[in-house]
T-cell receptor, first 110, second 113 residues
């Protein structure tokens, strides 16, 4: 079945450093969504990517969708303590369901 | 506009008991998803409704789990009888369509002892 892996599982960075999480799917995706879950909270939608090679930016966050639509990345420039949380990708492979990645837990040290 | 609501927020039950979780999606959202997150692991898909129809229930662990969405509004997820491995946080999410963002509820933390 479809699998979505994310690396790294954990990342500790000093405030101001950059952070990247990578998402890899075993199958070609129709679209991919990114979510952030703060400790004790629920996932909150960040962005959706649909087109091959698509790049979207939101302030310090840059999202990319691979040319083959099997991988994606989220890059945060100059992390802040408010960036703390777990980042999930969620891919859909032409079906009704979204398969969530394993998540990357980000800790930002002040 | 009210967000997705879930009830209860916490539930502690003994093995063998029954629990029913409820999700009220955002008004007008035909798509409703149930997910489960166990002990900080991945968010695992359980099933997907479009209105009152189950489109995909391939993630339901076994026949101890029963989800319904009568009338295409709120949804319930019943676990009967509950087992220890059913513990986790159950999230409900709703969306306007398949390629729209999903709005998650606050989750129900289920503990089976």
């Amino acid at each position: 079945g479809q699998q979505v892996m994310q690396i790294p599982q954990y990342q500790h960075v000093q405030e101001g450093e950059d952070f990247t999480t990578y998402c890899n799917s075993s199958t070609t995706l129709s679209n991919i969504q990114w979510y952030k879950q703060r400790p004790g909270g629920h996932p909150v939608f960040l962005i959706q990517l649909v087109k091959s090679g698509e790049v979207k930016k939101q302030k310090r966050l840059t999202f990319q969708f691979g040319e083959a639509k099997k991988n994606s990345s989220l890059h945060i420039t100059a992390t802040q303590t408010t960036d703390v949380g777990t980042y999930f990708c969620a891919g859909r492979a032409g079906t009704y369901k979204y398969i969530f990645g394993t998540g990357t837990r980000l800790k930002v040290l002040a | 506009e009210a967000g997705v609501t879930q009830f209860p927020s916490h539930s502690v039950i003994e093995k063998g008991q029954t629990v029913t979780l409820r999700c009220d999606p955002i008004s007008g959202h035909d798509n409703l998803y149930w997910y489960r997150r166990v002990m900080g692991k991945e968010i695992k898909f359980l099933l997907h409704f479009v209105k009152e129809s189950k489109q995909d229930e391939s993630g339901m662990p076994n026949n101890r789990f029963l989800a319904e969405r009568t009338g295409g509004t709120y949804s319930t997820l019943k676990v009967q009888p509950a087992e220890l491995e059913d513990s986790g946080v159950y999230f409900c999410a709703s969306s306007q369509g398949l390629v729209y963002e999903q709005y998650f509820g606050p989750g129900t933390r289920l503990t089976v002892t």
